[in-house]
T-cell receptor, first 112, second 114 residues
Framework: GNSVTQMEGPVTLSEEAFLTINCTYT??????LFWYVQYPGEGLQLLLK?????DKGSNKGFEATYRKETTSFHLEKGSVQVSDSAVYFC???????????FGKGTRLSVIA | NAGVTQTPKFQVLKTGQSMTLQCAQD?????MYWYRQDPGMGLRLIYY???????DKGEVPNGYNVSRLNKREFSLRLESAAPSQTSVYFC?????????????FGPGTRLTVL
């Protein structure tokens, strides 16, 4: 079946450090890929998405590229801020009536 | 637009009590979902409704029932709460089936079962 594997956290970085959170997937067909962010005490909100191979999603300085050859969708940011502290979820959409499949989430803490 | 709203925000129950978690969306979305979030487990799908009048089980449906009351509302019922159901519950909606569709999440209900 379809699945998403993302790196386990927590990840702790200093402000202005480079961030990578790895995400790989298993799916049949051509899924869409998403990154969601959950700030403390809130629900999830979409950070970025990519709907086909080689697409790059970007938002708020975060980027991720849909790599079909490596079945990956790694999240990157060049310079993190304290306000980026949150839990990040990678997700896969396989189409039709199937709900999104989520990874287990990676907690990021950025310290000043 | 309020988006996805959930009530209550917090709830404490005793083992064996029942309650219904309410969810409503004002975006005219077709599909709605209930998840639970536990530490280290990520999000797990309880039930979903691909369209008004249909419901399907997700990964962890045992101990729960759902009702898609109309297009706007999708409720989750715990008939006899157990401590293992202590969790944060999220409702979500999406315009319809399709792998391009973003899911919109509510703020969550924090449930403790003693």
């Amino acid at each position: 079946g379809n699945s998403v594997t993302q790196m386990e956290g927590p990840v702790t970085l200093s402000e202005e450090a480079f961030l990578t959170i790895n995400c790989t997937y298993t799916a049949t067909g051509y899924p869409s890929l998403f990154w969601y962010v959950q700030y403390p005490g809130e629900g999830l909100q979409l950070l970025l998405k990519a709907t086909k191979a080689d697409d790059k999603g970007s938002n708020k300085g975060f980027e991720a590229t849909y790599r079909k050859e490596t079945t990956s969708f790694h999240l990157e940011k060049g310079s993190v801020q304290v306000s980026d502290s949150a839990v990040y979820f990678c997700a896969l959409g396989a189409g039709g009536n199937t709900p999104l499949v989520f990874g287990k989430g990676t907690r990021l803490s950025v310290i000043a | 637009n309020a988006g996805v709203t959930q009530t209550p925000k917090f709830q404490v129950l005793k083992t064996g009590q029942s309650m219904t978690l309410q969810c409503a969306q004002d975006m005219n979305h077709n599909s709605m979902y209930w998840y639970r979030q536990d530490p280290g487990m990520g999000l797990r799908l309880i039930y979903y409704s691909a369209s008004e009048g249909t419901t399907d089980k997700g990964e962890v449906p045992n101990g729960y029932n759902v009702s898609r009351l109309n297009k706007r509302e999708f409720s989750l019922r715990l008939e006899s709460a157990a401590p293992s159901q202590t969790s944060v519950y999220f409702c979500a909606s999406t315009p319809g089936p399709g792998n391009y569709n973003e899911q919109f999440f509510g703020p969550g209900t924090r449930l403790t079962v003693l």
